[in-house]
Structures are given as C-alpha cells and as structure tokens.
Nanobody
Framework: QVQLVESGGGLVQAGGSLNLSCRASRLTFSTYIMGWFRQAPGKEPNFLGA????????HYADSQKGRFTISRDNAKNTVYLQMNGLKADDAAVYSC???????????????????WGQGTQVTVSS
C-alpha cells in the first residue's frame, strides 16, 4: 500500500528554521501533486502549499508566502518543506499528502488529497 513518511520535525526556537521531508513509496510519485498541511489539535488540516508533478510550479497559502518553500526530488520520491522564521503559532503536526488532481484544478483542501502521511510534530519555543 502507499506510504508517505514525514521526517525532520522537532523543537526549534522562534525565528529558527526546519526542513521537513516526506518520502513516498508504492506510489508513482512523479504523477502526483504533493501538498503540505498542518493540523492543530481538534482542528481540520490547514493547507500550506503544493507543488506540481515536475516541481516547476508551486502554490502557497497566503499566510505562508515568503516563509515556506516546497520542493521535490522525483528521483528520491521525496517532497520537502523548508520553513523559515518560525513562530510559536506554527507549532502543529505537519503532514504531506498526494493528490491525483491536475494543476489547473489546484487542490487546496484536505478532501482533494488521496494519500496522507502520519505527520511530524513541530514545536516552537519562544
């Protein structure tokens, strides 16, 4: 079955950076749009951004533009989320997800994604 496994989370000081990774297996990775979400306890997953199959186009939620960058390496079946200038309210569980949809129908809600990782915790200390 399809697996998405995130790594790279942890504790970081406010203002610091983290680079999260998500490695896919049993998935034709290069044919999926990959997205990143975060979820606070008791809330729905919040869309952060997505990247197209080839890694040439990306889209970010307005609140994350300029701080977060998504990239991918199809040879490694891996998508990345570089986060800079972290703040206390960035603390959450961060998950990657894969969507079969096409870029012109840009998937920005969690319901539009077909496969999910289990997430990695990010904690920001002030």
């Amino acid at each position: 079955q399809v697996q998405l496994v995130e790594s790279g989370g942890g504790l970081v000081q406010a203002g610091g950076s983290l680079n999260l990774s998500c490695r896919a297996s049993r998935l034709t990775f290069s044919t999926y749009i990959m997205g990143w979400f975060r979820q606070a306890p008791g809330k729905e997953p919040n869309f952060l951004g997505a990247i197209d199959w080839r890694g040439t186009r990306s889209h970010y939620a307005d609140s994350q533009k300029g701080r977060f960058t998504i990239s991918r390496d199809n040879a490694k079946n891996t998508v990345y989320l570089q986060m800079n200038g972290l703040k206390a309210d960035d603390a959450a569980v961060y998950s990657c997800a894969a969507s079969r949809r096409t870029w012109d129908l840009l998937p920005t809600t969690y319901r539009e994604y077909d496969y999910w990782g289990q997430g990695t915790q990010v904690t920001v200390s002030s």
